[in-house]
């Protein structure tokens, strides 16, 4: 073959320099850094800190019991009373992220009245997973704490002015 392997992408009238160009980009060697540090170790609770909102939500969900993606929408609007409500779209997004990290696990579906499959997935809390929320709620309550320390001292007639 001559020429660069990806010759072919190359458009009309693209020859010569562009060519050459491409062609000794492709035989040197790519050097890439990677940070390997983390890579062996296992990852401690507070590396998933702070967790993004929806992340929170869910786990929070889970930490009742093994429930599917709309049983999770539910609990969480329930829960909040409708302020917060979890779309189809960021539910199954935060999910996938979730079970990649292994802070949840799929435990198999749903089954029906007549104990057929449904097509409704479970979801748990991962031990692991209870170790972040704990991890990310305690992170909470300190930033909280500290708050309402600094506004006590910004207004020390309780709030009221």
Do not use: C, N, W
């Not at 296992?42 to 709309?70: K, V």
């Not at 979801?123 to 930033?143: I, P, Q």
């Amino acid at each position: 073959m001559t020429g660069p392997p990806f010759r072919h992408i190359l458009p009309a009238g693209l020859g010569g320099r562009a060519q050459g160009l491409l062609t000794r980009a492709a035989s040197r060697p790519i050097i890439s850094s990677i940070d390997t540090s983390t890579m062996d170790s296992p990852r401690t609770p507070g590396s998933f800190l702070p967790l993004p909102d929806a992340e929170l939500e869910i786990l929070i969900a889970l930490a009742d019991g093994e429930a599917h993606g709309y049983a999770i929408m539910r609990a969480v609007a329930e829960r909040t009373e409708g302020r917060r409500r979890l779309g189809p779209g960021t539910l199954y997004t935060a999910l996938k992220r979730l079970l990649a990290a292994r802070l949840i696990e799929e435990v198999g579906a749903s089954r029906d009245a007549g104990g057929e499959e449904a097509r409704r997935r479970l979801y748990r809390l991962s031990h692991f997973g209870s170790r972040v929320l704990k991890a990310e709620l305690d992170r909470l309550s300190t930033l909280v704490r500290h708050g309402r320390r600094r506004l006590h001292i910004l207004l020390p007639s309780g709030g009221r002015s």
